[in-house]
């Protein structure tokens, strides 16, 4: 269960990856300049062929299979970590956690209170979250 719970987490990743990059918020947003348009789509399919990857390492019948499962783990964590690192170091380069032509923050009231949420980071922490309840299954099987 976990392996094919792990496979779908690697599938979505990198789809999704690829839909919210991909369009007109990000990869052909008309603000960007163009060399920061390329590394993006540079990144995009990297996760995308890491994705396709760790999907064939999880899946393919063999030897080796829970270190196949730990390696495509490690490297469905890798983009999740850039994605911290970026966000720790993001003063150093004048980074932003999003545009304002680009997807919204959700916000939430809270006791008379408006909370802004990034949803890169909201998604990124359910992204971690769920790999470890993905690894803590395999673990206890």
Same mark, same amino acid.
Not at 43 to 53: F, I, K, N, R
């Given at each position: 269960m976990a392996r094919l719970l792990l496979a779908l987490f690697? *599938? +979505?990743q990198g789809a999704?990856?690829?839909?919210?990059? &991909?369009?007109?918020?990000? %990869?052909t947003h008309p603000g960007w300049m163009g060399h920061a348009r390329f590394h993006l789509v540079w990144?995009?399919?990297? +996760? %995308? *062929?890491?994705?396709? &990857?760790e999907i064939a390492l999880v899946l393919t019948p063999g030897p080796l &299979?829970?270190? $196949?499962f730990y390696v495509s783990a490690l490297l469905a %964590?890798?983009?999740?970590?850039?994605? !911290? *690192? %970026? &966000?720790? !170091? $993001?003063k150093l380069y004048r980074g932003t956690l999003s545009d304002p032509q680009g997807m919204p923050q959700w916000i939430m009231r809270l006791r008379? *209170?408006?909370? $802004?949420?990034?949803?890169n980071l909201a998604a990124e922490i359910a992204g971690i979250l769920s790999l470890a309840a993905i690894i803590a299954l395999y673990r206890t099987h």
């Open positions: 690697c *599938a +979505v999704s990856t690829a839909l919210i990059d &991909l369009n007109r918020t990000h %990869a990144q995009t399919s990297t +996760v %995308a *062929a890491l994705s396709l &990857l &299979l829970e270190q $196949r %964590a890798v983009p999740m970590l850039g994605f !911290f *690192a %970026a &966000l720790v !170091f $993001r008379g *209170a408006h909370l $802004r949420i990034d949803l």
